[in-house]
């Protein structure tokens, strides 16, 4: 089994819900999972020695970018769920890419008005806010970029939101700030790729748990409290050492069926050399995943026919209605609006000028075609 199902199957276990946090300090409530210490009063409380991450950079001075640099040295706890194989948004390759100067770390462009970022970022003090005022938890920001303690682990770096300082359960406080199309993904408590980058933030730090203050489409606020997994901090440490490693050997990992996975693999190799042929008539695993690729392309479509069929039966039944409803739900057909567009056939043809006048070059994609013998 994979890393990142051995981390999946622990997290899953059981899913994490939002809590109602206790804002009386002098009533002490038992969470699920967690003992007060008017439950042992005759035992004394356990003293470990906890180690203490470094400090590998001060943030408070730094810029975008060269706080984007110092993320190069390692794996970040944004980046812990990408390394191991469990973000939705990006995909170990993409990461890879980034970590090795192939690419550059994508900064977000708001000239549509669409920037998660920045808003997160103007939003996180706020929702810091909140969460100290319903909680009577104090905290305060960690200004720095942190290093895993121990040495055969120093690729493990932490950029904490905030520390929490009033409260002897629970250390660490990340705040997020999730929009229209994220929220699905919290419908049934903390995404897999959130409680990765906590425990990864756990591993690193020493930490015993954390909270997660997350504002969901702007109006609604839940709080999660994760607790350290040494099994999930294992798995974590495992994954993220075997891809650092394709970091250091410039060896790409796996790859997904991911759009990131495939906008890198263009990336990666943009161009194809003329005449040349990869010979894989010997490779047994080249010959397994391609046998399979005719096979899932020959599901497709058959997928695709009878998908085909059952769509134009259902028009026939609509005739010309716009909408129709069953019991599992409903569909629309609906004509699109008439478009005037150029005809810059027509147009170049009476003034051929025109295309040196005003050039446009698209630049072309290496295009992905599959001949089987006797096909």
Known sequence: MNSHHHIQNA???PPLQAY???INPSTPQVEVGTRTKRDRPNQQPRKTKTPTAKRLANTKQLNYQQWLEIRKQGIGSSDAATACGLNPYMSMLELWMIKTGRMQQNIEDESAGYAPLYWGKQLEPLVAEYYSMHTNNKVRRVNAVLQHPDEDKQFMLANLDYAIVSNEEVQILECK??????AKLWRDGVPLYVLCQVQHQLAVTGKQAAHICALICGHETKIYKVTRNETVIQHIINAERHFWQCVESGIPPSVDASDSAAQALQQLYPEQIPLTVEDLTQNEQANYLFNQLLEERHRLEQHQQYFDELKH????LMKDAER?????????????????TLNSKALLKQHPEYLQQFPQTKVGTRRFQIYPNGG
Request: hydrophobic residues 35%; glycine residues 12%.
């Open 324 to 340: 129709a409803v069953f019991t599992g739900g409903s569909v629309t057909w609906k004509k699109a609006q008439d478009a005037t």
């Open 20 to 22: 109602s946090p206790n």
């Open 313 to 316: 039966q259902i028009q026939m």
């Open 177 to 182: 700030t999730v929009g229209e199309y994220g």
């Open 11 to 13: 997290l899953n276990q």
